[in-house]
């Protein structure tokens, strides 16, 4: 009979390994792919996401790592950005590319001409000369296919053509308008060629187990990873959730008891670990689901408490005051207000170190 897992004992698993149950003194790159990548739309976000999880971190260790480029901000999952250890983007970049594709349908009739051999050669050798910006690959592009749509032609650079953003001093790595290069020449080393579904497989149990296909799907975008676990289940132990769902997982993973306890811990906008799966219930109830996503598609930042997602929180600055707003799904018990605001204290020193008052509000309910 299948070994069944309740809710809580998801939860637990899933956060051990996002490095959620105990800050870990891991390097960056480590963490990065122990992560599964982080989801990295802004600049910002993913040195959150690593100050929650990586015990002593600072902004200054993830500059040196994607100044060293051990670490790379490119599209990757679900066809979005992400921060990615280098040699994971370099090993799994051509797996991801039936789904990269697949996003080209959200050009309809704007894709009209586009020649993709014409198209992918024109960017190379623009990219070649030198990195740039999209406002100016797309610029260069329309004059070399002036009968296509220039936001089409840039769009499907995006992904058809590996590429990786450049890095600067900006306070959060990038600047607003980042400048791309072709990431073999960023990396010093070819992108495999060679598509393998498995290890990209292994690579989500490994960051969101136990989970089902179609949690590694939404994960990943990509529908073939069902087929991948199928192959892989002489190799993985399978659960049952309370729903009688089957759950894939990798033998010696980590499986803590539901009832270890969890600290407070606040996750910014875009975080993986609330995007990660089909049925979130483990990380958000149902409830509150919708609460996360605004109407123009951002994923709001979330605080957790017993390990499950609690409430919103946004983060203000006005002159030299820098305040920290949470606000919770359902009324506070006073150990999680204690908690919270004592993380909250060390998130706003980190996040706003010249601010000369910090303050935290508790306000009604999300």
């Known amino acids: ?40 739309q802004e600049p910002k976000p993913p040195f959150l996401g690593l100050w929650s999880r990586v015990e002593g971190f600072s902004a200054e260790d993830l500059h040196g790592v994607l100044q060293d480029r051990s670490v790379v901000r490119a599209t990757f999952l679900r066809g979005t950005l992400h921060l990615v250890a280098a040699t994971d983007y370099a090993a799994l970049r051509t797996t991801l590319q039936p789904m990269l594709d697949g996003a080209l349908k959200v050009l309809g009739d704007r894709a009209a001409g586009l020649d993709r051999p014409a198209v992918l050669a024109a960017a190379r050798r623009h990219l070649t000369e030198g990195p740039r910006t999209f406002n100016e690959l797309r610029a260069l592009l329309q004059e070399d296919f002036p009968e296509v749509n ?37 990396l010093h080393a070819p992108i495999s060629d060679t598509p393998d579904d498995e290890a990209l497989a292994l690579r989500y149990l490994a960051a969101f187990g136990p989970a089902t296909a179609a949690d590694a799907q939404t994960w990943s975008g990509l529908a073939a990873l069902g087929a991948a676990l199928e192959r892989l289940r002489p190799k993985l132990r399978t659960f049952q959730d309370e729903r009688g769902r089957e759950l894939f997982d990798l033998p010696d993973a980590p499986r803590p008891h539901e009832d270890v306890d969890v600290p407070a ?91 000369t008052d910090h303050q935290i509000n508790i306000v009604a309910s999300a």
């Open 265 to 355: 811990r606040f996750l910014p906008e875009f975080d993986n670990l609330v995007l990660a799966h089909a049925d979130r219930q483990r990380i958000i109830a149902d409830a509150h689901r919708p609460l996360l996503t605004t109407k123009n598609l951002r994923v709001r930042a979330v605080f957790l408490w017993d390990g499950f997602a609690a409430g919103l929180w946004e983060l203000e600055r006005k002159r030299k005051i820098a305040t920290l707003r949470l606000r919770p799904f359902e009324p506070l018990p006073r150990e999680a207000v204690e908690a919270l605001t004592a993380e909250g204290e060390s998130l706003l020193r980190f996040t706003e170190p010249d601010a």
């Open 150 to 186: 220039d936001r089409a032609l840039g769009y499907a650079v995006r992904m058809w053509l590996p590429l990786t953003m450049v890095p600067t001093e900006d306070r959060w790595g990038f600047p607003r308008t980042a400048s791309f290069t072709l990431a073999d020449t960023w």
């Open 1 to 40: 009979m299948t070994e069944p897992l309740s809710l809580r004992q998801l939860n637990r698993a899933t956060l051990a390994r996002q490095m959620l149950l105990a800050r870990e003194a891991v390097p960056v790159p480590e963490a990065v792919g122990r992560l599964g990548g982080l989801q990295a």
